[in-house]
């Protein structure tokens, strides 16, 4: 039997990087702070149901050595006409989104202003300069420590947070009604990404197998599940300090920015003592910055993917697109919206709607003749897979008539 080469793990640190920002810091802890452990079925059952779809990424790439965006192109240049109108339609309120929570934790911890629209264009320029200049590799690097740092800090704050509680603890399920259901399905549209990440990951696993050398389909996809499951105990983790702490306290999450970026990091010295602040509020921001950099960086390669398919041209167009994205994000702070809790709800709600599409997509490709039947998945990914596009398309549907 061969050995899983534990040195290969790449795309799916890369992955939960990604996922383990807003969905988590914001999402999971406001969805404890709201509804205590009522929302632990929905947290589960998402995760379950996008796990074939986010998978289909590093398996197509793997078994074909092209992106998504190819398989798309060869399903039909209609499918990836449909990729270019809806990744334009939501890549800049992504962007907002995660920058805008990352500018919160900037001005708790940094000071200098307090007003977040000059945090988030300072910090979306800034971020463009590294990428454009190539000094990502660092970050890339501590990250990995950082994510460690804050999940150990995480567990132990939940655990300190479960020795404390005083009070019994409810399980019992809820299903959020009225102005409930927009959170709920905000929610399940980030938990624990959004569904175009695994376009995302198979250009990722591509990158690396030109740098690296071929991984087999087997770590590939147990460099995938690792993260995977990393994102789902933290989701858990945070929910557990948003129902612990703040769930019947009669506190609630602020929709600003930087008070938000204070409660959050309470969640964590209330527990761990005011010593933890420095390095819970460090770590915080630098996963934020990380999922920042890594939005900033993906679309534009997404983007210039698709026009080079889409009009059969060679040219790099990743440049042009990192400017486009920069200037219609700092746009939108300065004309639109810079609100968190409104950014974060718009990308949010978006992103679950357009889910079905996107694992119709995926499954579609990887059960079609682009794919070599020996990498298709088996027939209980089949099941899953159907019965996932049934949820996200059902769910949608429901939000819709409920409006």
């Not at 890339?140 to 999940?151: G, P, R, S």
Request: overall charge positive.
């Amino acid at each position: 039997m061969r050995k899983i080469n534990l040195s290969k793990l790449g795309p799916g640190l890369l992955f939960a990087g990604a996922a383990i920002g807003v969905s988590h810091l914001v999402q999971s802890t406001r969805a404890g702070a709201d509804f205590g452990w009522g929302l632990v079925w929905a947290l589960l059952l998402i995760n379950l149901f996008k796990y074939p779809f986010f998978q289909y990424g590093p398996r197509y790439a793997q078994a074909t050595g092209e992106t998504l965006l190819d398989g798309y192109y060869k399903l039909g240049k209609g499918y990836l006409w449909a990729y270019f109108i809806l990744n334009i339609a939501t890549m800049f309120t992504i962007q907002s989104a995660v920058t805008i929570v990352t500018a919160g934790l900037a001005s708790t911890l940094f000071g200098l202003t307090s007003n977040i629209v000059i945090w988030g264009i300072v910090i979306t320029l800034s971020c463009s300069v590294i990428l454009v200049l190539g000094k990502y590799q660092w970050l890339d690097k501590l990250i990995k420590v950082i994510m460690v740092t804050l999940a150990i800090s995480s567990v132990l704050a939940v655990s300190v947070a479960l020795i404390k509680n005083e009070t019994p603890i409810s399980l019992q399920q809820v299903f959020p009604e009225s102005s409930g259901l927009l959170f709920l399905i905000a929610f399940l549209g980030w938990m624990p990404a959004p569904l175009d990440i695994s376009i995302w990951h198979s250009i990722w696993t591509i990158e690396k197998n030109k740098t690296q050398g071929n991984s087999s389909l087997k770590e590939s996809l147990f460099d995938f599940n690792v993260g995977y499951i990393a994102t789902i105990i933290l989701a858990l983790c945070f929910l557990g300090l948003g129902a612990l702490v703040m769930f019947g306290s009669g506190s609630q999450f602020s929709n600003q920015g930087g008070v938000f970026a204070q409660q959050l990091i309470e969640l964590y010295t209330s527990n761990l003592g005011q010593a933890a602040y420095g390095i819970i509020g460090i770590a915080a921001f630098t996963t934020m910055l990380s999922t920042t950099l890594t939005t900033l960086d993906a679309s534009p390669r997404a983007m210039s993917k698709t026009i080079q398919l889409l009009f059969q041209k060679e040219r790099n167009y990743y440049l042009p697109w990192m400017v486009i994205l920069t200037l219609g994000t700092a746009a939108i702070f300065l004309f639109l919206l810079s609100e968190m809790g409104q950014l974060v709800q718009i990308a949010t709600v978006l992103s679950f709607m357009t889910a079905p599409l996107y694992s119709f997509l995926n499954y579609r490709l990887v059960i079609s003749r682009a794919m070599p039947k020996e990498y298709q998945p088996k027939k209980g990914l089949r099941f899953l897979s159907v019965i996932g596009i049934l949820f996200l398309t059902g769910f949608t549907i429901f939000y819709l008539l409920s409006l």
